[in-house]
């Protein structure tokens, strides 16, 4: 059971890092911020509740049993911090969302003080390290304590459920998505957390033994539960960062047949090698040394190879602009080559021309430029013929 949970509180930590990428920007802004709260308090949820965490807890604090009501104080810190996330996500004014806000940290700072207060007044000399409600399901205040941190949860539960379910119907996206996983965890918690260990309390009162109900089945249950519902909170908030990561790693893989042309030119100093590198700075760094190549190649333009270039792709029945890009990139290529041999050019014969890429801000440009030199004939033509031929050779 304890690597069960600690593998959960360990996704919940991981679920944390992705969020927790730049501290100073997230703790700046109310959702980023109540979303790891509440990651991290579901991750301290899981990691108390380990039989061997209880057991440590115990033997440290001389109180037997002291790791349920740490446990129960932190589930309901847990149940705060949805509910503070879930208002934040849904928005409103400042001062809507500063009383709900208020009010949830009131309702379950007041669960946690009763927790303490009952667990105090109770007498649980026997320690209990997995099946603890149900030991002690009859036994005065413990009793109500229990049942207690469960009637908070489950309100929690509840009105999460609720609300979700009435968002979902009004948005799409990923924010929909997000939703529908949190209310498939909320499900989970409900029949892993609630009605499990709510079944086995109540057959105890009764004075059956269905304890198998809250020791075996809900740690599995809840701790998916618990996963799913992460999930649906961290998707939307990393969504539109992962997407804006994917094109860039497209778009570097696309550019890469204009940085092997160019790359021998270029003299920007190379990025450091950190790990924490992210897709977007490496395509950052591409487009400013392709510039930068680009720049120092442009004494070597030919105008002769770019209009011999253009009439050629012209004749292809090739568009005007597709023309354009095709006769840019052979006179790149070209320019390259020649670089490549040694040719310095003669201010004489120095062209005026400026590349379109390097006018227009993006990189849409300069991939243009890249799929030229990859596909067209004419870009290996001018590419591979002599400097000494004529236009012609193209």
């Known amino acids: 059971m304890s690597l069960v949970v600690y593998m959960a509180a360990a996704l919940f930590g991981l679920a944390g890092v992705l969020l927790f990428r730049r501290p100073r920007a997230a703790l700046r802004r109310p959702l980023t911020a109540s979303t790891l709260a509440a990651v991290a308090l579901g991750a301290c949820c899981f990691f108390c509740s380990a039989p061997a965490t209880l057991a440590t807890v115990n033997e440290y604090t001389g109180i037997t049993n002291f790791g349920a009501p740490l446990t129960y104080s932190v589930i309901s810190a847990y149940s705060c911090s949805l509910l ?4 934040h996500w849904r928005g409103g004014p400042p001062d809507l969302i500063r009383r709900l806000t208020l009010r ?53 539960t509840l009105v999460m459920g609720a609300v979700c379910w009435r968002w979902a ?35 105890r009162w009764l004075g059956h033994d269905l304890d198998y109900l809250s020791t075996t089945l809900a740690p599995p249950v809840v701790s998916l539960g618990a996963l799913v519902c992460c999930a649906g909170f961290v998707l939307p908030r990393l969504h539109q960062p992962a997407i804006a990561h994917w094109r ?121 430029l890249a799929e030229a030199l990859r596909h067209s004939p004419v870009v290996t033509a001018a590419r591979h013929t002599s400097l000494a031929s004529s236009p012609d050779r193209i």
């Open 104 to 156: 949830s940290i009131a309702a379950y700072g007041t669960v946690i003080a009763g927790i303490i207060i009952l667990f105090t007044l109770a007498d649980a000399p026997v320690e209990r390290l997995r099946d603890l409600d149900t030991y002690y399901a009859t036994t005065p205040y413990m009793r109500e304590m229990i049942v207690l941190y469960l009637v908070g949860h489950g309100a929690c």
């Open 84 to 87: 503070i996330l879930l208002i």
């Open 169 to 203: 119907r009004q948005v799409t996206g990923s924010l929909r998505i997000g939703l529908y996983l949190i209310i498939g965890g909320l499900l989970l918690d409900i029949i892993g957390f609630e009605v499990a260990k709510g079944t086995a309390i109540v057959a």
């Open 248 to 368: 860039s790693v497209k778009d570097a893989r696309r550019l890469a047949p204009l940085w092997a042309e160019v790359q021998p030119a270029a003299i920007a100093p190379k990025p450091s090698p950190a790990w924490w590198h992210l897709p977007q700075s490496r395509l950052d760094w591409l487009e400013v040394s392709i510039h930068d190549a680009l720049l120092a190649l442009a004494p070597l333009f030919d105008d002769q190879v770019r209009r011999a270039a253009f009439d050629t792709a012209r004749r292809d029945d090739r568009s005007a602009e597709r023309a354009r890009v095709i006769a840019e990139a052979a006179m790149i290529a070209d320019a390259a080559q020649r670089a490549a041999e040694g040719d310095q050019g003669s201010p004489e014969e120095r062209s005026d021309y400026h590349l379109h890429a390097t006018q227009i801000p993006g990189t849409s440009g300069l991939l243009e």
